[in-house]
């Protein structure tokens, strides 16, 4: 799930709208979560299992067939 870290939920809607990503996303205008989970740089990927359990912490941009990979991998 993104989360924006726009100051304006709309300033992320329209690019969202604009980049065609048919997806929920959430705001963190003040980066209380980022604080919190030690991200500090953008972009990062987290892959956290379904009991909260992070396996995976990924800084900086992937390509997307990367991130497909990890994924599937993840879904084994």
């Known amino acids: 799930m993104p989360v924006s870290l726009d ?3 709309e300033q992320a809607k329209r690019y969202m ?6 997806m929920r996303a959430y705001g ?6 980022l ?19 992070l396996l995976k912490k990924l800084v ?3 390509p997307d ?3 497909d ?3 599937k991998s993840a879904l084994k």
């Open 7 to 9: 100051r304006s939920i």
């Open 17 to 22: 709208d604009a980049s065609k990503l048919d």
């Open 28 to 33: 963190d205008p003040k980066g209380s979560l």
């Open 35 to 53: 604080q919190s989970l030690d991200i500090q740089y953008v972009p990062t990927t987290l892959l956290i299992d379904s009991h909260g359990r």
């Open 60 to 62: 900086g941009s992937m």
């Open 65 to 67: 067939k990367e991130l």
């Open 69 to 71: 990979d990890l994924l």
